[in-house]
């Protein structure tokens, strides 16, 4: 209670304990946000909502998945303040349902994984036979750890690979270095956590 000028007043107070009302799910792909859906390999982001917004200092969740084959989660997960999402490493195409709990309640969201597609070559720097060049390799949605990809040239004649690229979370793209051999047409094909992508890479001739 408390008093103004000797009056006093009284207020009751009902604390609750902080509980999980509903949960959805959501992943960019192709820069668009998709609900219910991840890409493998790739991050799934699941996002619980509580009875009090904001919340105050970090939070801490047990979660689980279903399917372990095709979502991975740790048995818990701290949500930092200020932080509504937790992300989740993808590990396989399927589906699965992720479970997150609090102070005996939870809620249960559905991910369809499917796998993450490589969307191709873009140039970055000038194409000159005898020269290096960089272009960059796209995929439709951002990985969930750093992952090594293998490339190869299937015309050395036209380009060979300089180095072999590793794909740093949480981007959905990265920058390879050509050697720049001669005119023509060469296969560029990408190998990411055993699936294979192929895209047509062109050398104009000198102008």
Do not use: K, M
Request: overall charge negative; cysteine-free.
């Amino acid at each position: 209670g408390a008093s103004v000028e000797g009056i006093e007043f009284s207020y009751e107070v009902t604390v609750e304990p902080l509980r999980i009302v509903s949960i959805d799910a959501s992943t960019y792909i192709d820069n668009e946000l998709h609900p219910s859906v991840a890409q493998y390999p790739g991050v799934a982001f699941v996002r619980p909502w509580f009875n009090s917004f904001p919340l105050r200092g970090e939070v801490l969740v047990s979660v689980s998945s279903s399917n372990p084959e095709v979502i991975a989660a740790p048995a818990s997960y701290v949500l930092p303040e200020g932080e509504r999402f937790i992300p989740l490493t993808t590990t396989g195409t399927g589906s699965s349902t992720i479970t997150v709990s609090i102070n005996g309640t939870s809620q249960s969201v559905e991910i369809e994984v499917t796998p993450n597609a490589f969307r191709g070559i873009e140039h970055y720097s000038a194409i000159t036979i005898g020269q290096p060049a960089t272009v960059i390799l796209r995929f439709s949605s951002a990985l969930a750890v750093d992952t090594p990809i293998s490339v190869a040239s299937s015309n050395e004649s036209v380009a060979t690979i300089a180095v072999q690229p590793t794909v740093y979370a949480p981007w959905d793209s990265v920058y390879l270095d050509l050697n720049i051999v001669g005119e023509g047409s060469t296969v560029i094909t990408v190998t990411l956590n055993g699936i294979e992508y192929t895209a047509t890479y062109t050398v104009p001739p000198p102008p």
